[in-house]
């Protein structure tokens, strides 16, 4: 007997996000199917689920499933601007890295996750709105992963 298979949705949509807490979470607002993609570096299509749980972020996808803070998330646009107590969970959290030239900065791949959200800016408005973001916790990145991302933001301005 042959049976059909029908393969997951392809993209993460409101139906694959599940709440599985009734609090939610204050840095849930920087969870997006694009941060997950560049944190594991796994496809949009390949990523089958993520849920809400009150102090972790549950990732489910093909070949993958994990656990992750929501500390983890970088902020965004458009979701409110970083709090105080953001910025202290985010530096908690870098501290428990096993590298110590780590330890005082963000993961290596907020740095690629601005890059993509620069690059995708499709006004200049947004643009400018991602570079504010960037200055106001700069504090995340080392000199050469802020200038990198400088010198981004310089050749898309000029585009």
């Known amino acids: 007997m042959v049976t059909s298979f029908?393969?997951?949705?392809?993209?993460?949509?409101?139906?694959?996000?599940?709440?599985?807490?009734?609090?939610?979470?204050?840095?849930?607002?920087?969870?997006?199917?694009?941060?997950?993609?560049?944190?594991?570096?796994?496809?949009?299509?390949?990523?089958?689920?993520?849920?809400?749980?009150?102090?972790?972020?549950?990732?489910?996808?093909?070949?993958?499933?994990?656990?992750?803070?929501?500390?983890?998330?970088?902020?965004?646009?458009?979701?409110?601007?970083?709090?105080?107590?953001?910025?202290?969970?985010?530096?908690?959290?870098?501290?428990k890295h096993h590298s110590y030239t780590e330890r005082k900065h963000a993961p290596y791949w907020w740095a690629e996750f601005w890059t993509l959200q620069l690059s995708e800016a499709t006004s200049d408005c947004i643009l400018q709105n991602w570079w504010q973001l960037i200055t106001f916790i700069n504090f995340a990145f080392s000199e050469e992963k802020l200038e990198q991302l400088h010198s981004s933001y310089r050749q898309l301005e000029m585009m």
């Not at 992750?68 to 646009?77: E, G, K, L, R, W």
């Open 6 to 95: 029908q393969p997951k949705t392809t993209l993460v949509c409101s139906s694959q996000i599940v709440h599985k807490s009734s609090t939610l979470h204050p840095q849930a607002r920087f969870v997006t199917a694009k941060a997950v993609f560049v944190m594991f570096r796994i496809g949009f299509e390949n990523i089958y689920s993520v849920e809400f749980w009150r102090y972790v972020v549950y990732v489910h996808g093909k070949g993958l499933r994990k656990f992750v803070s929501y500390a983890y998330f970088p902020p965004i646009i458009r979701v409110g601007s970083p709090t105080s107590p953001d910025c202290t969970k985010w530096r908690k959290r870098w501290t």
